[in-house]
């Protein structure tokens, strides 16, 4: 099984098609309070008191990483390991980096497009990276077709209408969409995407996007749009809520990068 250290604290490594953490084996128990979670110490006045230690922000970051869902494919994505190949995978690279170090509720998100292989995804993870693993904030990483499954199958299982999910999803400090536009486009799907994005726009949530689909003309082949794909008015709060940041270029997966 591939673990990769992440930091001095934690160690990633693939279970059930997500990338996960846990305390590196170093860490485990921790050597200064042996999981009590506090260590004693003298205050000012020499009087011994409790103080909570370092190894409950570490399992804090551990669990804001796990709950983000973030894909095995990715467990080593991260900034340093990045080749931009042009101009364009350049700035996608500043902006993505300067957001994740920036990042405070509410900041504006990024729209990702551009062809297959271009580093779309790579980028979005490397962010969520930073915001859980270094700064232990909630992210939630959803495919959108994934999102549109799950909530079929919840409600033929339970009857119900998928809103603690939704609910979940808006939550998040930053929430990243995977692969928006892509699938069959139904009047339902619409209502799912256009709930998720007026909530988020209504709570001052981050968000980030990754698409094949150009803003706002059809490229690579395509006869549509994502303004088409995913209806006028969520496009609107989407062009409010985001930066676009296009990634050209030629596809990493294929060139072997």
């Known amino acids: 099984m591939k673990v990769v250290r992440a930091t001095e604290h934690i160690e990633l490594y693939a279970h059930g098609g997500h990338a996960k953490a846990r305390r590196h084996p170093s860490q485990s128990p921790c050597p ?20 909570r230690c370092r190894c ?5 970051r551990v669990k804001a990483y796990n709950d983000a869902q973030l894909p095995a494919r990715y467990l080593d994505a991260e900034f340093e390991r990045f080749h931009p ?19 405070q509720p509410s900041a504006k998100g990024l729209l990702l497009y551009g062809g297959y292989g271009t580093g779309k995804t790579y980028l979005a993870v490397s962010i969520a ?16 077709s994934h999102l ?31 692969e928006l536009g892509n699938g069959q486009q139904t009047e339902w799907t619409q209502s799912v995407l256009e709930e998720l994005i007026t909530k988020r726009y209504n709570a001052s949530r981050t968000l980030i996007c ?45 060139s072997g990068d």
Request: hydrophobic fraction near 30%.
């Open 32 to 51: 200064r309070c042996r999981d009590s979670g506090f260590l004693s110490v003298l205050d000012e006045r020499g009087q011994l008191t409790a103080r």
């Open 148 to 178: 549109l499954s799950t909530l079929k199958a919840s409600m033929r299982g339970s009857g119900s209408d998928g809103s603690a999910l939704i609910d979940r999803l808006v939550r998040a400090d930053c929430l990243i969409i995977d």
């Open 129 to 144: 990276r930073v915001l859980t693993l270094l700064r232990g904030y909630s992210v939630r990483f959803i495919e959108f």
């Open 210 to 254: 990754t698409t094949n689909y150009d803003p706002r003309k059809g490229q690579y082949g395509q006869t549509n749009s994502l303004e088409e794909r995913v209806d006028l008015r969520v496009y609107s709060r989407l062009h409010q809520m985001c930066e676009i940041t296009p990634l050209f270029g030629s596809d990493y997966r294929q």
């Open 56 to 60: 409950q922000g570490v399992d804090h």
């Open 85 to 103: 190949r042009d101009s364009s995978s350049h700035e996608a690279l500043r902006r993505t980096e300067a957001l994740a170090w920036s990042f």
